[in-house]
């Protein structure tokens, strides 16, 4: 069992930065992959960027490529993303997903496969 927690969200200036940490309990997540999704008020879930098992390997959203980084800590078990030139397009609330895998690629960046979820952390970046 995998527990998420995701911190770091708040209010944000366009062309600012803020640092999403996705906080992990368990003692085998080393070996999950994480992503990072997020939900804009009425609209779907999208797929943000993943990191694999060993972290050897990241995936992004083109829409956040260049501006966003996906990375972790196995010392402290989370995973962070660092958000910068923030668009108001950016806001959204945003949910950190693990699944035990070894597979890496765009499979990643499906919903569908991570079985655990954190509660969301709400995103809002004004112009």
Known sequence: QVQ???SGGGPAQAGGSLRLSCAA???TF???AVAWFRQAPGKEREFVAAISW???NTYYANSVKGRFTISRDYAKKTVY???NSLEPEDTAVYYCAADRTYASGTYLSTASIYDY???GTQVTVSS
């Open 25 to 27: 309990s368990g003692r």
């Open 81 to 83: 993303l660092q958000m």
């Open 117 to 119: 979820w954190g509660q």
């Open 30 to 32: 080393s070996t999950y």
């Open 4 to 6: 998420l927690v995701e």
């Open 54 to 56: 060993s972290g050897g």
